[in-house]
């Protein structure tokens, strides 16, 4: 058990809907890290929070949001959806913001959109 | 850029024979390299990183892993495979430009194990 939560671990939705995923990090750990997993891009960074603000950002689409919370937790938003969005979505989370951290990894959510 | 590439997608073994997965790295400063291990329907978790310090680097469960500059390479092995080693691996580089530490992730390689 890395420490880091996910919820839900699996969600069902229909194209041109909205959905949040939520990720708690591990104690004391201010930076999270947000990972999509597809069977066609295989695994990708999307964007980093680092205490409440936005550090870095990777392939993330106009459609998806982030953002940390003051108790670190953190939520990633999907709107519009798309039948390939359908993924595993992973969080992670490290200590600090950069060098080379070990980010630990949530259990995931997989995301269905039918 | 940062990237890697893991050379094998598959790679199938019989209990108790040694494990090679293989990964080559490409970067413009001197990187810091991981492999993490992701088991059926579960998470990623950490096996090893190496961060510049020593280029033999032990991870759990047996494994370990060997930095070569002059061969950009960053090879997984364990001596010994068991059954519940049976996962996909992936070989990763941190991207720290800029400072941050974003992970660039290898396309994976899945490691069968054979009784």
């Known amino acids: 058990d890395s420490g880091v939560t996910q919820t839900p671990k699996h969600l069902i939705t229909a194209t041109g809907q909205r959905v949040t995923l939520r990720c708690s990090p591990r104690s004391g750990d201010l930076s999270v890290y947000w990972y999509q997993q597809s069977l066609d891009q295989g695994l990708q960074f999307l964007i980093q929070?680092?205490?409440?603000?936005?550090?870095a950002k990777g392939n993330i689409l106009e459609r998806f949001s982030a953002q940390q919370f003051p108790d670190l937790h953190s939520e990633l938003n999907l709107s519009s959806l798309e039948l390939g969005d359908s993924a595993l979505y992973f969080c992670?989370?490290?200590?600090?913001?950069?060098?080379?951290?070990?980010?630990?990894f949530g259990p995931g959510t997989r995301l269905t959109v039918t | 850029a940062q990237s890697v590439t893991q050379l094998d997608s598959h790679v199938s073994v019989s209990e108790g024979t040694p494990v090679l997965l293989r990964c080559n790295y490409s970067?413009?400063?001197?990187?810091?390299l991981f492999w993490y291990v992701q088991h059926p329907n579960k998470g990623l978790q950490l096996l090893l990183k190496y961060t510049s310090a020593a280029t033999l680097v032990k991870g759990i469960n047996g494994f370990e892993a060997e930095f070569k500059k002059s061969e950009t390479s960053f090879h997984l092995t364990k001596p010994s495979a068991h059954m519940s080693d049976a996962a996909e691996y992936f070989c990763?580089?941190?991207?720290?430009?800029?400072?941050?530490?974003?992970?660039?992730f290898g396309a994976g390689t899945r490691l069968a194990v054979h009784p």
């Open positions: 992670a989370s490290s200590a600090t913001s950069g060098g080379a951290n070990e980010q630990y």
């Open positions: 990763v580089v941190s991207d720290e430009e800029g400072g941050y530490n974003k992970l660039i």
């Open positions: 929070y680092y205490n409440g603000e936005e550090r």
């Open positions: 970067s413009s400063y001197s990187p810091s």
